[in-house]
C-alpha cells in the first residue's frame, strides 16, 4: 500500500456500525442457520493521561473508543454455548457446567472466562449461539480484549435475562477476574471499567485503589487522534515487571522516613522531593514519573472541567517525556510518532498510551485539525521507521450496550 500524502486525506476510519451489525447478522445466520436475538456491544478504549499508575493504586483517565468488539447472540434452552469468531475464522463449543480453557482458540477463553466469573459469583447463564466480530485493533494496546470481556459479559447477562444483577463496576470486576483467572493475564481494572462505564463525550476519573469513578465532560472544540505504530511490544511484559518491582522498591525506601505510605499513590511530589536522598538515582526517576503522573492526571481533570484544552495538551506532553526520559517506556518509534504530531498546527499535546514499547500513541487535536495531525503521521512515520502506521480519529465514545437487531 502507498499513500500519497499530499493529496490523500484519509485515516483507518471503521465501517458504520449499521453496516457492521448487518455483516455480524449475515455471518451469524450462515453459520447458524437463524436470526440472532440482540448484539452486544463493548468498546476499546485510550488512556488520557495516567500511565503506569493504576499498580501504584493511583488514578487513570480513559475514554471509550467507537471502535467495538460486538456479540450477535441467539438463546438456546440448554446449557451449550456455540461460538463463531468473524476474525479467526473458527468455532468453538462448550458447556457452562465445563470449563476448559482452549490452547488452540485463545479468543474463545476470554468468552469462556466471563461465562466461568458470572456463574462464580452466583449467576445462572443459559446456553446460546454466539458471533463474534470486532475492529479494536488486537494487541495494540486500545484493549481489544476488554472489549471482547464486556460485551461478552453483556450477551451473557442478557441472555439469561439477568441485566439487572450486578452494578456496572460488579461487571468490570468479573470480567477482569476473568482476564486474571481464567485466561491467565495479570491485568488491572482499567480496561474493564472503562469499556463498561464510558459515556459519550466523556472521560472516566478512576481511583484505582477504592475503584471510586467519576464521568468528566469533555469540552467542545477538540478530539483524539490516535496512532497506531504497529511496533512490537516484545519488551513491554518483562520491563513491566521490572518497573513494577522498581516501584514496590521506592516504597520500602520511602518507608523509613514515611511509614503511613503502602504505595506510591501515598507520596506526594513535596514528599518525594524531601526524601530523595533515601532514593538510588534510578529508583528515583520511576517514582518521580509514577508520583507527578498522579498529580497530572488530577490537574487534567481540573483542566478539563475549567474548559482549558491547551493544558490538557501540555500535562499529556509532559506525561509522555516522563515516561520517555524517567520511567524509560517509550521507544524510537513511539518518539518519532509523538514529534511528528506535536509538530503539526492544532496538536495541543501527545504522548504514548498504554504500557509502552510499541503501541499506541494519542493526540489532542483541535477540531477541524485532525486530518493535518493523521496526515503528518502517514508522512513522516514510515519515513523514520520503514513501517506503515494506523491512524484512528476519535471523540469520547459511549460504553457497553445492547442493540436491536
Ligand atoms: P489488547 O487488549 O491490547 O488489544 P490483548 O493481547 O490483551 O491485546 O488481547 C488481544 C486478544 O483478545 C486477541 O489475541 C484475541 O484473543 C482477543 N480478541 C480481541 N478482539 C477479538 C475479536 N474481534 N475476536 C476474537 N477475539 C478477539
Ligand atoms: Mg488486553
Redesign the pocket.
Known sequence: MTIDSQSSNRTDEPAHPSKRNADLVAAFTEHFGTRPDFISVGP?RVNLIGEHTDYNDGFVLPVALKRD?RLAVRRREDNTVNLL????GGAFTFDLNDFHSSHEN?????VMGVAWALQERGIALTGMDAA?????????????????EISSALAFLKNADALDALPGAQIAKTAQRA?NAFVG?N?GIM?QFISMLGSEDHVLLIDCRSLDYQLIPFPAGASLVIGNTKASRSLASSAYNERRAQCEEGVRLLQSALPGITALRDVSVEDLESHRALLPDLIYRRCKHVVHENQRVLDTVAALEAGDLDEVGRLMSASHDSLRDDYEVSSPALDVMVEAMRETPGCLGARLT?AGFG?CTVALVRTGDEQGVANAVYEKYPKATNIWPEVYLSRAAGGARIEEV
Open positions: 476499546g468488539v469468531s468473524v476474525e479467526y485463545l479468543w474463545a477463553n476470554y463474534i466480530s470486532g475492529n479494536v485493533p488486537r494487541a495494540s494496546g486500545l484493549s481489544s480484549s476488554a472489549a471482547l482476564e493475564v491485568s480496561d498504554g503501541g
